[in-house]
């Protein structure tokens, strides 16, 4: 018997990296996934990658509403139930310090990280079956700070107020919430992030940041998405409420 065997999983932020490497465990162990990102395009093609019959997709916004319930509603018709919910979405916004922030960019990330992760939990976990898991990926920068990420960091911070909140609400149901707080995956982001620090100099930047990892490497998508899997499993099934650290010990140093 796989580990999720005909659970059925939404996953925001399906078109990433980390969603992505995600998806592609979630299939073999068994499960239905629906993935769900902004680009159609890019949904498209990760799609025609993993190329299986139990993946399908649903472009939306998780920051509108109407986005919401529409990749609800299409999870529910292609495969009738949702036990897993990857909420994971997310956007770093524009490197720059407090004071040249840009309030329009501020909204910006504020929307996708904490109002898309909170329209997450209101409209679909009402809609999962009883000891389901929801698993919000909150970051390192949902423990400590990091300079020019002022509203990343923000956002970070406060999805573990959103956990803590709905796992005390859907307990009586057995429904789990937790949040994981990787720290530099290899993905787009990093890439992006250490451009914006230092325009052409992105090696250098990434130097740093393994410098302040005890193992002094990033992590890779595939071994966040061992720690999605545990979460979404039964495997943790006394396990809620909790901030899951996974960043090669940088929190501590
Ligand atoms: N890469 C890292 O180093 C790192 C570290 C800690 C936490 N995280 C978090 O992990 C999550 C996934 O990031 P990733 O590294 O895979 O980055 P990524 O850029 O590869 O993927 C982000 C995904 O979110 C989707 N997305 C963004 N805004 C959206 C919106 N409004 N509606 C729907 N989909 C939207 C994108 O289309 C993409 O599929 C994010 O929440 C990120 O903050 C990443």
Not at 81 to 104: C, H, L, R
Not at 214 to 222: G, H, M, N, T, V
Not at 239 to 253: F, K, R
Request: a positive charge.
């Amino acid at each position: 018997m796989k580990t999720l065997q005909d659970k059925v999983a939404i996953i925001t932020g399906g078109s990433g990296g980390i969603g992505k490497a995600t998806a592609k465990l979630f299939l073999s162990e068994g499960a239905k996934v629906m993935l769900v990102s902004r680009s159609e395009e890019k949904l498209k093609k990760v799609l025609k990658e993993l190329n299986n019959e139990n993946l399908a997709y649903c472009a939306a916004d998780v920051a509108k509403t109407e986005d919401t319930k529409k990749y609800i509603k299409e999870t529910l018709a292609k495969f009738g139930q949702i036990d897993v919910f990857f909420n994971n979405a997310g956007i770093e916004g524009d490197v720059k310090p407090i004071k040249d922030y840009s309030e329009t960019e501020f909204d910006r990330v504020i929307a996708t990280n904490i109002k898309g992760v909170w329209l997450g939990c209101q409209h679909v976990i009402p809609k999962m079956k009883d000891g389901g898991s929801v698993i919000i990926t909150s970051s390192v920068a949902g423990i400590k700070g990091f300079s020019g990420l002022g509203p990343y960091v923000a956002s970070k911070h406060a999805v573990v107020g959103i956990m803590r909140v709905a796992a005390i609400e859907f307990a009586n149901h057995k429904i789990r919430v937790n949040t994981i707080h990787p720290g530099p995956v290899n993905t787009r982001m990093m890439r992006s992030i250490e451009e914006s620090i230092s325009p052409g100099h992105a090696k250098e930047v990434q130097k740093g940041f393994e410098a302040d990892v005890l193992f002094k490497r990033y992590a890779e998508p595939e071994e966040i998405a061992q720690l999605v899997l545990f979460l979404a499993s039964d495997s943790s099934k006394y396990i809620t409420g909790s901030m899951q650290v996974i960043d090669g010990g940088m929190h501590v140093g």
